[in-house]
T-cell receptor
Framework: NAGVMQNPRHLVRRRGQEARLRCSPMKGHSHVYWYRQLPEEGLKFMVYLQKENIIDESGMPKERFSAEFPKEGPSILRIQQVVRGDSAAYFC???????????????FGNGTRLTVT | TQLLEQSPQFLSIQEGENLTVYCNSSSVFSSLQWYRQEPGEGPVLLVTVVTGGEVKKLKRLTFQFGDARKDSSLHITAAQPGDTGLYLCAGAEGNNRLAFGKGNQVVVIP
């Protein structure tokens, strides 16, 4: 059973370009989460999606950032007009249930490291 | 926001020594999870503690959940270089997210 797959592992973009990060959850998992990790800040929640629905995007900046989890295909985190401050590791995680239900653990991918030059 | 504070932030010890790291909050959690993250990889779940006062053992790792369910500790006995990593505690924040502490970076020197 394949784990959570993220690609690309590394992404370099120049300021002003778009970054598109992809995540395929574990088989049978319909709950997807995106987190951003910076060394001094730890793992910060960005957005929680279920198939075709954004459930909670309160951790995601309102401008330039968007996320989707279509009926078919991977979840996508899109960052438009990237700036240097967007450089970070972005992790996707999936679970079969909501975090508040049955102590559901998160299964993480190995992240996409975005560098904005 | 239910803050989870982890201490110490960084800990370096010799192989064979014991260590304890802590995860504290002013809020009550229905459960806490501990993850370990190695460089270049995503966090991997180690354990979930649910009941106040609960103690769980995973080989040389002992996890304890505080009686009031506000804090947790991780004790490693006879640490080995393979225990090196970033240890993260996490608790459910509402129904929609897991909130993480900043982590305990543990380095075990051979």
């Amino acid at each position: 059973n394949a784990g959570v797959m993220q690609n690309p592992r590394h992404l370099v973009r120049r300021r002003g370009q778009e970054a598109r990060l992809r995540c395929s959850p574990m088989k049978g998992h319909s709950h997807v989460y995106w987190y951003r990790q910076l060394p001094e800040e730890g793992l910060k929640f960005m957005v929680y999606l279920q198939k075709e629905n954004i459930i909670d995007e309160s951790g995601m900046p309102k401008e330039r950032f968007s996320a989707e989890f279509p009926k078919e295909g991977p979840s996508i985190l899109r960052i438009q007009q990237v700036v240097r401050g967007d450089s970070a590791a972005y992790f996707c995680a999936s679970s079969p249930r909501q975090p508040g239900q049955g102590n559901s653990p998160l299964h993480f991918g190995n992240g996409t490291r975005l560098t904005v030059t | 926001t239910q803050l989870l504070e982890q201490s110490p932030q960084f800990l370096s010890i010799q192989e064979g020594e014991n260590l304890t790291v802590y995860c504290n909050s002013s809020s009550v959690f229905s459960s806490l999870q501990w993850y370990r993250q190695e460089p270049g990889e995503g966090p991997v779940l180690l354990v979930t503690v649910v009941t106040g006062g609960e103690v769980k053992k995973l080989k040389r790792l002992t996890f304890q959940f505080g009686d009031a369910r506000k804090d947790s500790s991780l004790h490693i006995t006879a640490a080995q270089p393979g225990d090196t990593g970033l240890y993260l505690c996490a608790g459910a924040e509402g129904n929609n997210r897991l909130a993480f502490g900043k982590g305990n970076q543990v380095v075990v020197i051979p």
